[in-house]
Nanobody
Framework: VQLQASGGGLVQPGGSLRLSCTATGNIRSIYRMGWYRQAPGKQRELVATLTGGVTNYADSVQGRFTISRDNAKNTVDLQMSSLESEDTAVYYC??????????WGQGTQVTVSS
């Protein structure tokens, strides 16, 4: 199983970006897909997850980020709006199967700066 993330880049404060992640390979049943991030010098943290249609967001992104999933295509997207400098980090796509195996994407850099 591989997770391929795309869509990162440089954006000004207040701007928007959309991240996309596609899962390929011998995929069994997917229990959860989501996004995590890791800023320099900090631990990796949850950004948003989707579990059976139920969304979960970090308090810091609630109301600004929206996670969505296409079950047929095994993709999960993260629409990010009103970006702040504190959102600068490497964003990782994550997938958990119903057997609780975890898979991670390679990470995509998001930089919010003027």
């Amino acid at each position: 199983v591989q997770l391929q993330a795309s869509g990162g880049g440089l954006v000004q404060p207040g701007g928007s970006l959309r991240l996309s992640c596609t899962a390929t390979g011998n995929i069994r049943s997917i229990y959860r897909m989501g996004w995590y991030r890791q800023a320099p010098g900090k631990q990796r943290e949850l950004v948003a997850t989707l579990t059976g249609g139920v969304t979960n967001y970090a308090d810091s992104v609630q109301g600004r980020f929206t996670i969505s999933r296409d079950n047929a295509k095994n993709t999960v997207d993260l629409q990010m709006s009103s970006l702040e400098s504190e959102d600068t980090a490497v964003y990782y796509c994550h997938m958990m199967t119903t057997s609780y195996f975890n898979y991670w994407g390679q990470g995509t850099q998001v930089t919010v700066s003027s």
